[in-house]
């Protein structure tokens, strides 16, 4: 390794499945640039004391992933406007000792719905499974966009309780209905887009009759599982358009989505 050369990673809990390595080590290479990523797999307890280490290590910077997108707010000295609204972040830049949080998932998020689902969520009911971070970026994106109602389903009280004091900081929705997963997934079926938030498939949470009547279905996890139907999105896509925002943060040197799309299908083939 040559001296001051850029070292970047991902912090996460148990996240050894990752893809963030391979996409970024071979953009690194494409480019022809000289940086490190590695993974830092982090339990709740020991955040704090990583991001100590990281203003006195030459760590450039990581991204964020489960559980760490909304903890990790205050050990921070500045936010992005979309990671301020959205209350996460999923990239976070050293500068010169200053930690800056980026919210990039929403821009995967909105190409996924936008690009490839086709939808406009203006005047639509939506549903939310989960409560983290991704499902708060999907929450901003879709009242910011004129969703008409939006029910977001918990795994939780405790999950349900926090989601709800997020929302009150922004605008509402005509129709919002929080509830428990176990006590109304049924409900889903009426809805013109479902955003899966969790890290478990759609099909491990929902009856697949129900997921049947859902006009469309966006998942923010990876991989390659099965689809419901045509209209079933995985998060390969946002995975790729979240990477391409980074790689510009981190590097200022474009790519392209479907150069991404690229490794992560080679990466998702080889496993």
């Known amino acids: ?57 030459p760590l450039a910077g990581f991204n964020v992933t489960i ?37 990039t998932d929403y821009e995967g998020i909105r190409q996924s719905i936008e690009n490839r689902l086709k939808v406009s969520v203006r005047g639509a009911s939506v549903a939310i499974i989960g409560s983290g971070g991704g499902a708060q970026t999907a929450y901003y994106y879709l009242v910011s966009h004129g969703a008409r109602a939006i029910h977001v389903y918990h795994r939780s009280p405790a999950s349900l309780l926090r989601f709800g004091a997020f929302v009150r900081r922004l605008p509402r929705p005509s129709s919002f209905r929080p509830a428990l997963l176990e006590e109304a997934i049924d409900d889903l079926g009426g809805c013109d887009l479902c955003i899966n938030c969790t890290p478990a498939a759609i099909t491990e949470l ?9 006009a469309r279905i966006l998942e923010l996890r990876y991989g390659v599982y099965d689809l419901v139907k045509r209209a079933h999105l995985r ?5 790729a358009v979240q990477a391409v925002r980074n790689f510009k943060i981190m590097t200022g ?13 080679g990466a998702l083939r080889d496993d």
């Open 1 to 57: 390794m040559k001296q001051n050369t850029p070292i970047y990673g991902i912090i996460g809990a148990d996240i050894g499945y990752s893809l963030s390595p391979t996409i970024y080590h071979e953009l690194f290479a494409q480019k022809h640039i000289c940086a490190i990523y590695n993974v830092f797999d982090l339990r709740n307890s020991d955040l704090n004391d990583f991001m100590k280490s990281v203003r006195l290590l």
């Open 67 to 103: 559980p760490h997108k909304r903890a990790i707010l205050p050990l921070l000295d500045r936010l992005d406007f979309v990671a301020e609204q959205t209350q996460s972040t999923n990239l976070v830049i050293n500068r010169k000792g200053k930690l800056h949080g980026y919210n």
């Open 206 to 214: 929902a009856d697949r009759n129900v997921l049947r009547k859902v």
């Open 235 to 239: 998060g390969n896509y946002m995975l």
């Open 253 to 265: 040197q474009d790519v392209t989505v479907n150069r991404v799309l690229k490794i992560i299908d």
